[in-house]
Each structure stands twice: as structure tokens, then as C-alpha cells.
């Protein structure tokens, strides 16, 4: 199986996030994707490669160009108001919420920030735009890697991507990896992509950029948002509009989940995925479903993602795998690598 790591992924650190009314370190960090490319060594994935950069023009695919615009000079900027900027990160403070415009573009810097985001645990830093854009070209690498013909890949990146909309952040996300593969799969000659995301918290972003559209199915086993991050979305009854009418699948799960009702959620996704005929399928693979993870509720031990990865791997489609969330940050790489090991075994 082949790997594409962000090898730029910790320019982007963040020193503190908004966390229920105080500024707490943050949660996502680089030592994440450091544990688990540790792992993967260790147990002899040996095909661990970087991947060439790719032009803006690739993520507004899924993106919208003013959103890419602010993301990639917003550093720039929040130094520019300040020089003592260049000491702290940049978080939201403003929102533009029911009865306000979006269409315009402020010229105040913080109005725009407010205007391409909905959380304010998810800080800017002097390298989110290298890291998040670096990320979504190793996406796009690891979903060629499948249309040409591979099994599975596993795209090793953070910042994570699926809490990113067409032209919003939030959530730790700036670049949908796990759209931008999808998109990349159909650009290269796919009829039918689907997207399953395993992450604890529902991928919001992924959903949205979707919604309406009937080629690329979207299934996500997640914490029940009447009382799990991102609230606002991912309930059972939406089921996509328009042409996207029943591509879209949320399965909500409450808060104490074991592995055995979680591991049913995940299978009813997969038949349903089999029954839109998907061609490969890009799994969103957030690890904070684990039992100890600091900010999640589900119950699955580290044993349990071998199993993951069978069942995923029996369902006989190429598979890209996208690291999204988890953060028992100790254990993260040794839960990913059971995903992968217990894939390949199954696949052979």
C-alpha cells in the first residue's frame, strides 16, 4: 500500500484554540501524523512518499476561489494589521449568521476571517496554507494512485480536511482532502465515487460540498449532533437534494457507542455504497471513535481497527484512506496502522 505523506504538515501549529469558553493548546497537532508515519515504519510500510505540488486550480474543483484566495494570503494579512501578529495565531471573531450577507467581501481583514469560517477552535498559523495546500496535493496523488489502477493508498496529512466546506474552515480543516481525492477520482474517468467517513465527528464539509449531487455518494457513522461537534448537520434525514437526492447517508450513533453496534453502522454504510455501484471509495479515517480519545465519545479499542480494515477491505472497491481526526495522540498511530494492516491482510 502505498503512503503519501505531507512532509510540510508541521508548518502548520497551532498554539492555543477557543474550547468551551477558554484558550486551551490545541488539540490537533503535528505529533499526530508523527506517531503514526512511526508506526507505519515500524511494521514495514516501506512505500512512504511525498508528493509533487499541484496548481491552485486543482482544489477549486470543490472550492471556491475567494475562499482560497483569503486562505492562502490570510497569514500575510494578520501580520500586516499587526507585527506583533507574527507572535499569535489568528482566530475568527465575527460571524455573519442568519439575516446577514455573505456575497460581499469586506475589506476588514477579520470580517473576511469570519465570513470563511464557523468555529473558533481552528487557528491560523504563518504555515496552515503550505501544510493544508501540500495535503490536498498528496489527495490528489494518492487518487491517481487508484485510478491507475491501486488497491489502496493512505494519504498521511494534517491538517485534517472533512469539517472543510466549499468555501468555509472550521473544525481543524482548510482543504477537504477527502473531496479533493473524490473530485480528482471522477476527473480521471470514474462514473460513481463514494466517500465513507469513519471520524467520530460528522464530516459537515464533505456533505455540503456534495449534497446535490448524484455521483459522488456520502456515508458517515458519527456522534449524534444533538449533542456532538459540528451540532449543525448530520442528521438522519438528510438524504441529499436534487440529483443528490439518497446519495447521502448519516448514521448518528449516541455517545458511548461500542464496537460491535459502531462496526453494524459502518455495514449498513458499506451496502448501501454497494448498492450505488461505487467504482473506489475514499475513506475519511478519523481515529477519535477510540476509546480514550480526549474529545470523543465512542468506544472502539485498538484491536478493533484491524477489524476495520477487514471490513473495508471486503468490500472489494480501491480504497483511499484519508487521516482525518484522533486525538489520544499516543495511540493514534498504532490505531492507523491496524486500519492498514488488517485492510491489506484481508485484501491480499
Known sequence: MKVFYNDAHAQHHGRHEMFRGELVPCFEIPARAGYVLQELRSRGFGDIASAPPVPRSAFERVHAPRYLDFLEHAWDEWVALDPKNAERDALPSYWPIRTFR???????????????????????????????SQGG???????????QGGRAAFVLSRPPGHHAGHDFFGGYCFINNA??????????????????????????????????RGDVFFASVH?????????YLGYADERGTGAGLDCNLNLPLPRGTDFEHWRAAMGQALARIRAFGAEALVVSLGLDTFEADPI?????????????????????????????????????????????????????
Request: with cysteine; net charge negative; hydrophobic share 45%.
Open 296 to 348: 470523543s465519545g465512542f468506544r472502539l479499542r485498538s484491536t478493533d481497527y484491524l477489524r476495520v480494515g477487514e471490513d473495508l477491505a471486503a468490500a472489494g472497491l480501491p480504497t483511499l484512506f484519508v487521516f482525518e481526526g484522533g486525538y489520544a495522540v499516543a495511540e493514534v498511530g498504532v490505531n492507523a496502522a491496524n486500519v492498514l494492516e488488517g485492510f491489506a491482510q484481508k485484501a491480499g
Open 137 to 147: 496535493a498528496c489527495a490528489i496523488a494518492g487518487a491517481q494512485a487508484l485510478a
Open 223 to 231: 456522534g449524534d449532533p444533538h449533542t456532538e461537534y459540528p451540532y
Open 179 to 212: 473531496a479533493v481525492a473524490a473530485q480528482r477520482l471522477r476527473d480521471d474517468g470514474l462514473r460513481k465515487v463514494a466517500i465513507l467517513d469513519i471520524d467520530y465527528h460528522h464530516g459537515n464539509g464533505t456533505q455540503a460540498i456534495f449534497h446535490e
Open 102 to 132: 455573505s456575497d460581499v467581501l469586506p475589506a476588514s481583514f477579520p470580517a473576511r476571517m469570519g465570513l470563511f469560517s464557523f468555529d473558533a477552535g481552528s487557528p491560523i498559523t504563518a504555515g496552515t496554507w503550505k501544510a493544508a
